[in-house]
């Protein structure tokens, strides 16, 4: 039997990679869920959803929260998408440690 190699390496190894990054993305969600009153700093859809809400109930400033987060949300895709092959791996630690130093609680 052959194994299944991927670009990067092996399948198994695909698979740790995978499920490391997302317990990484997973642990950012609920921090961030919780941090910033119900915005979602890495799910589109429930922000995209409550954004269109917001904007035909016209609540101009819910709108503006949710719109923001989607904004950022966007940027960081750009900003991680052009960073990622210069910094591969350890880009969302750093992420991460920005978050916690700009936050006061490293």
């Known amino acids: 039997m052959t194994s299944i190699h991927t670009p990067d390496g092996t399948l198994a190894q695909s698979i740790t990679r995978a499920a490391l990054r997302s317990a990484a ?3 950012v969600e ?5 941090d910033f009153n119900g915005r979602y700093p890495g799910i ?3 922000n995209t959803v409550r954004f269109g809400y917001a904007a035909i109930s016209r609540d101009w400033v819910a709108a503006a929260s949710f719109g923001i987060v989607l904004v950022l949300f966007f940027g960081g895709c750009v900003c991680g998408g052009i960073a990622h092959p210069l910094l591969p791996g350890a880009l969302i630690f750093v992420c991460i440690a920005l978050g916690y130093w700009r936050d006061g609680r490293g």
């Not at 609920?30 to 919780?34: F, K, M, S």
Request: aromatic share 18%; net charge neutral; hydrophobic share 55%.
């Open 25 to 27: 993305a997973a642990y």
């Open 30 to 34: 609920i921090i961030g869920y919780l």
């Open 44 to 46: 589109v859809t429930g």
